[in-house]
């Protein structure tokens, strides 16, 4: 069982128009999933079979769908109810291009803060591997995320989140970031523009707190320091995409069920990669196809240097 915690989930809301351009009117069909980096990474794991508490707040009739759209994939629904109405994100796919309008999300006040802070010191103690996604909410403090990871700082915390959050949230120590190599410049305010530049970043970052480090970087695989500073190359192989939104959720997954199986280091790296390839070859945001897995697991290669 896993707990993965979505402070911030958005009803996604898709729509594919090829000739797509402002300034015009289009009639297109719009498709909704329970979105929020947090419960693509539910998704995920529920389709590699492992068992999913989901928490954060949901809100008003949008939080309504979601919870019963998670409901009917076998993910708990552990959110807090509040009364901000959880936001919708749209993504506008044409012919090569994606439009993005992404919503902040609506206040969430100290009540309903409070009540999601004494469900996680009241629960966290019953999973080994905790999952933390995405962006707060307004209302909620920047150091957030660092509260979380101290709460639970005997556990395998992975925190995927970016910006203000990830640079306060890394002070809590968690188990795990996984910033992708925009998020890594952002986090050190400078750009990394060959190989050894990223790998000096890295190895800054990691020394900030963190116990492992995975630096994804799309279609060039990752790089990964654990906690005895090791570093690891991870070399994945060429592969036609669709959509890769959310190969970072499936990332962590993969990542996520590979420690809770107790998997090598090895093995759980090759998992993760192969999860975040295959949700980049479908058209669905946080999706896999179990059987691409397994074949580019065996294509997936982690090297030590
Ligand atoms: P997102 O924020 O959209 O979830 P991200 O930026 O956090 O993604 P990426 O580094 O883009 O994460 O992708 C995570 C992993 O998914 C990569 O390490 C790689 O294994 C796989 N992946 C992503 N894009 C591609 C691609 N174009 N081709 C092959 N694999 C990809």
Redesign the pocket.
């Known amino acids: 069982m896993i707990l993965t915690i979505t402070l911030n989930p958005a009803i996604d809301i898709r729509y594919e128009i090829d000739n797509f351009e402002i300034n015009s009117i289009f009639r297109g069909k719009a498709s909704k999933t329970a979105g929020g980096?947090g419960l693509n990474v539910s998704r995920v794991l529920r389709l590699l079979g492992e068992n999913v508490e989901a928490s954060g707040f949901l809100g008003g009739n949008s939080g309504d769908w979601i919870s019963s759209k998670i409901e009917s994939i076998g993910i708990k629904d552990k959110f807090i109810k509040t009364d901000a109405e959880t936001r919708s994100c749209i993504a506008i796919l044409g012919k090569g291009t994606q439009t993005e309008i992404l919503e902040p999300g609506e206040k969430v006040s100290t009540n309903y803060i409070d009540k999601f802070l004494e469900f996680f010191k009241n629960n966290f103690d019953r999973f080994e591997t905790i999952c933390i996604s995405g962006s707060a909410p307004q209302g909620v403090q920047d150091d957030i995320y660092k509260v979380l990871c101290e709460i639970a700082n005997n556990k395998k915390v992975i925190l995927d989140t970016s910006g203000k959050f990830l640079l306060k949230g890394i002070e809590g120590n968690p188990y795990l970031i996984?910033p992708?190599k925009e998020e890594l410049e952002g986090m050190l305010g400078r750009e990394l523009l060959t190989f050894s530049e990223l790998l000096e970043g890295a190895k800054e970052i990691k020394n900030r707190g963190c116990k492992n480090l995975l630096v994804?970087?799309?279609?060039d695989?990752?790089i990964f320091i654990d906690e005895k500073n090791d570093i690891y190359r991870v070399s994945?192989p060429k592969?036609n995409?669709k959509n890769?939104?959310?190969?970072?959720?499936?990332?962590i997954a993969g990542f996520a069920y590979g420690l809770n199986e107790n998997k090598s280091p090895e093995e759980t790296l090759k998992l993760a990669?192969a999860c975040?390839?295959s949700?980049?070859m479908m058209d669905e945001t946080g999706n896999i196809d179990l059987d691409v897995v397994k074949e580019l697991f065996n294509k997936v290669k982690v090297e030590k240097i």
Do not use: H, W
Not at 244 to 249: A, H, I, Q, R
């Open positions: 980096k996984k992708n994804s970087l799309g279609k695989g990752a994945i592969v995409i890769p939104v959310g190969s970072g959720d499936s990332t990669m975040g390839i949700n980049a």
